[in-house]
């Protein structure tokens, strides 16, 4: 059985927080033998975690774990109960750099999604991915 754990990384409604978010998650990755997931997995936090800060003007958070199975699940928590935006799929998204985020998150991780939650007593919600160990 594969070696569990849960990170949890708060985070201000600032844009560089991000950056913040991705070398944590590179680390917790290395640190855990994980280093063939680093590279999709930090592209795959940077979309998340920069849609909670971009979309919402509170607090944010990034949540990392590995579950018994193996999987790594990233998930990013903001104020706003809102669902996101339907992703737009790739090869289809318009010519600015923004509205791709959720088509790459759902191109490349395993599986994706949203979920309300109350975890950190506010509303808001998970927007969410799994990779394969």
């Known amino acids: 059985m594969p070696e569990t754990w ?7 409604n600032d844009l560089r927080a991000v950056t913040v978010c991705r070398r944590t998650l590179r680390l917790i990755l290395t ?24 979309h919402t003007k509170g607090p944010a958070a990034l949540r ?3 579950t018994p199975q193996g999987v790594v699940w990233i998930g990013a928590w903001d104020t706003d109960p809102a669902p ?5 799929p790739l090869g ?11 088509g790459l998150v759902g191109a ?19 927007v969410w991915c799994t990779l394969g160990a």
């Open 6 to 12: 849960d990170y949890t990384l708060y985070i201000p």
């Open 31 to 54: 640190l855990h033998g994980l280093i063939g997931l680093v590279d999709t997995a930090e592209l795959l936090a940077a979309e998340l975690v920069s849609n909670a800060v971009r």
């Open 64 to 66: 990392v774990r590995r």
């Open 84 to 88: 996101p935006e339907p992703p737009t």
């Open 92 to 102: 289809q998204e318009p010519e600015a750099e923004e509205g791709r985020g959720l």
């Open 108 to 126: 490349c991780a395993d599986v994706w999604g949203w979920e309300p939650s109350a975890r950190f007593g506010d509303e808001g919600k998970y």
